[in-house]
């Protein structure tokens, strides 16, 4: 069992920045595959980003106004915690971020243990 808990999130202008973090309960922090995904209101919870506990590799969205190139995921596993630094922010970044371990079935990335989930609020 692991527990994740999210903090960070809040309320930003357009264009600002915010950084998440979430910190994991549990010895074996840096065993897991990382990740994000937002919820959006009316929307589907969808993939963010994912950090690969084995290569420190990252992945990125690839959907239309993607969040490659404004978002990075990065992680410290002395401090158990996953963070996602979010610049640029847009108002269609509004959503409530959620924070979970991952595992990868073909091209996707499946979220295990989630987080509580935070608010993002971007203005415009």
């Known amino acids: 069992q692991v527990q994740l808990v999210e903090s960070g999130g809040g309320w930003v202008q357009a264009g600002g920045s915010l950084r998440l973090s979430c910190t994991a309960s549990g010895r074996t922090f840096s065993r897991y595959n990382m990740g994000w995904f937002r919820q959006a209101p009316g929307k589907e919870r969808e993939f963010v980003a994912a950090?690969?506990?084995?290569?420190?590799?990252?992945?990125?969205?690839d959907y239309a106004d993607s969040v490659k190139g404004r978002y990075t995921i990065s992680r410290d596993n002395a401090k158990n915690t996953v963070y996602l630094q979010m610049n640029s922010l847009k108002p269609e970044d509004t959503a409530v971020y959620y924070c979970?371990?991952?595992?990868?079935?073909?091209?996707?990335?499946?979220?295990?243990?989630w987080g509580q989930g935070t608010q993002v609020t971007v203005s415009s």
């Open positions: 979970a371990t991952l595992h990868k079935e073909g091209s996707s990335w499946l979220g295990d243990y």
């Open positions: 950090i690969s506990w084995s290569t420190g590799m990252t992945y990125y969205a």
